[in-house]
């Protein structure tokens, strides 16, 4: 089972801040990917600030998206809050 990404913030150095559906706000670097496929596109800042959410996971115009399980199990806890009821 996966953790479906509610919010997704750009933040600089290829860096982008995650909010996941059980409230942790993660922090995932997109450098590693960067030098692959569809992915070299996204050097380019102006695009890679582009980034929204798209159904559970992310997404940039150029269709290029990673999956949710890989989202949240690279990423790094920047803040864990509690679920509202």
Do not use: C, H, Q
């Given at each position: 089972?996966?953790?479906s990404?509610?919010?997704?913030?750009?933040?600089?150095?290829?860096?982008?801040?995650?909010t996941?559906?059980?409230?942790?706000?993660?922090i995932?670097?997109?450098k590693?990917?960067?030098?692959?496929?569809l992915?070299?596109?996204l050097?380019d800042?102006?695009?890679?600030?582009?980034v929204?959410v798209?159904?559970?996971?992310?997404?940039?115009?150029?269709?290029?998206?990673?999956?949710?399980?890989?989202l949240y199990e690279?990423?790094?806890?920047?803040?864990r809050k509690?679920a509202?009821?």
């Amino acid at each position: 089972m996966y953790l479906s990404v509610k919010k997704v913030k750009p933040l600089n150095d290829y860096n982008l801040e995650l909010t996941f559906e059980n409230n942790e706000i993660k922090i995932f670097d997109v450098k590693p990917y960067l030098d692959t496929g569809l992915f070299k596109t996204l050097k380019d800042e102006k695009l890679f600030k582009m980034v929204k959410v798209s159904y559970d996971t992310i997404e940039w115009p150029n269709k290029v998206d990673l999956d949710p399980e890989v989202l949240y199990e690279k990423s790094k806890v920047k803040v864990r809050k509690k679920a509202t009821v």
